[in-house]
């Protein structure tokens, strides 16, 4: 009795009954909240919908998405796909990703698999890799999240990177308007399907009782194809502005399918749109990426601009759709989505490079015009260009360097002769810079027939390029008779003021030294063959009172 007494006095708690083996561990914070039960209006009600209604195809559902629902699930966990994933089965679409969302917390997951990584700060999910190399695959593995209002969450001043150590240890955070910096503290099911954007991407599925968990109508908006944001639209835009980009590019992805936005979804898109402008640039760049290489890089900017979203979101974004019916960008947009269709690979610094050629090229020029050689000249319009319109992002090394070669390629191309040709196709970025060439081609720049010289070479046999080889050096032999003045090599301009000054003194020396030693080099002077070049050595001081003519004849040394 003496010590509960003491344990109550100092505020412990009695012992907690021991976990039994495969049950899931449950926390104070991962307690469903009775109001968020008796809300239904906030929180939704629980509907299960059987495969005979949702019809989702399992042959659809990636097998490495199923392994870890049902490893988590042995273990006592609850475990469903979520997300996107479930909204394209819905639609008989083949997903591309999949998220498993779960009441294991990010270190209870990670305890589950070999390879499996905790990331983010703003909100922590894990990563579940399979694979390795190309062929791995990600599965994203996050916690369900408590509905937290954000009056009570703890307010910060400034943002992400100006208050990172304000932000050290919180687990739940905004800003001054509203916006979620941290939100790490877990809950329910029905509080995390609350939590989610759309409707469509609130759904849960099991695929091991092929059961379809909805809470907020989500299927009844897939069949009436209607992009509804759960709860009150302008509150989810100022918790994160992100949401907007998601919304747009949403409503282009399922453009086709005739997927629209809700009126009360899109209404505030306009007004809120200043709120993007606190998001780190790094962020802002990588949804960027999403709404351009997703495969709806036209769909997405015609998206922004009918809703008049086509400035003031992201500089460099604001640029794309300014110059997206430009020859060259709409060929890119194009290609880009031609390629994710057919199940390749794009790269952010091919779009970018086709984007930002047309800046490249005034700078290069302008550099030229001011007399400096043009490999430097372009190398600096590269950087020049790169830091005015990119700025600091994610992998902006990386990225500059892919575009640099792209641009760098460019005049080497028009090399055809000699050995330039065979280690030209050997340069590990030469498909991209090639590829780039064709679309410069394409968009009405005289350069079709280069391109095809290069595609053909690159795919010829060792003969076949020698021939072509032969046949291109023939040409500019006949180009350089027909033309000798593209022949001449262009004079640099000199530099008058230090040519003429290096003259004068070479002149003032050479009367000197021959005042002072006449007869030295006087047959080589006169004979038809220049004298070697001698080197001329510094003149004695004479004597005090002596050699006045010569004194008045030699330069001193601070001429």
Known sequence: MIKQFIDKLLGKRGKKAPIQENQAPVTPRTKPRKTAALNTKTFGKRHEVPVSVHGIDPDFVDRRAIDVVKTLQDKGYEAYIVGGAVRDLLLGLKPKDFDVATNATPEQVKSLFRRAFIIGRRFRIVHVVFGRGRENE??????????????????????????????????HAVDESGRVLRDNVWGSMQEDAARRDFSINAMYYDPRSQIVVDYHHGIEDAQKHMIRMIG????RYREDPVRMLRAIRFSAKLNRLGFKLGTKTAQPLTELRPLLEDIPPSRMFDEMLKLLQTGHAVASIAQLQALHLDKGIYPLLDLIVERADWPLVALALQDTDRRVAEGKSVAPSFLLACVLWDDVQRVWEREQARGEHPNPALSNAINEVFDRRVGDV?????????????WMLQPRFERRTGKAPISMVEQPRFRAGLDF????????????????????????????????????????????????ARKQKK?????????????????????SADSIVPDVGS??????TAPAKKRRRRRKKPAAGTGDDLNANTPTDQE
């Open 437 to 484: 060439l064709r679309l410069r081609g394409r968009s009405g720049e005289t350069i079709a027939e280069l391109a095809q010289w290069w595609e053909t070479f690159s795919l010829a046999h060792d003969e076949e390029r020698a021939d072509m080889l032969e046949h291109a050096r023939q040409q500019a032999q006949q180009s350089c008779k027909t033309n000798p």
């Open 138 to 171: 990600v599965i994203e593995v996050t916690t369900f999240r408590a509905y937290l209002d954000n009056q009570a969450a703890e307010k910060i001043s400034g943002n992400e990177k100006t208050s990172r150590q304000a932000l050290a240890g919180v687990q």
């Open 491 to 511: 004079p640099r301009k000199p530099k008058t003021d230090a040519l003429n000054t290096a003259q004068e003194l070479d002149e003032h020396s050479s009367k």
């Open 394 to 406: 994610s992998g902006r090394g990386k990225l500059a360097a892919d575009i640099r070669e792209i």
């Open 232 to 235: 009150d639209p302008v509150a």
């Open 523 to 528: 047959d080589a002077l006169q004979s038809n």
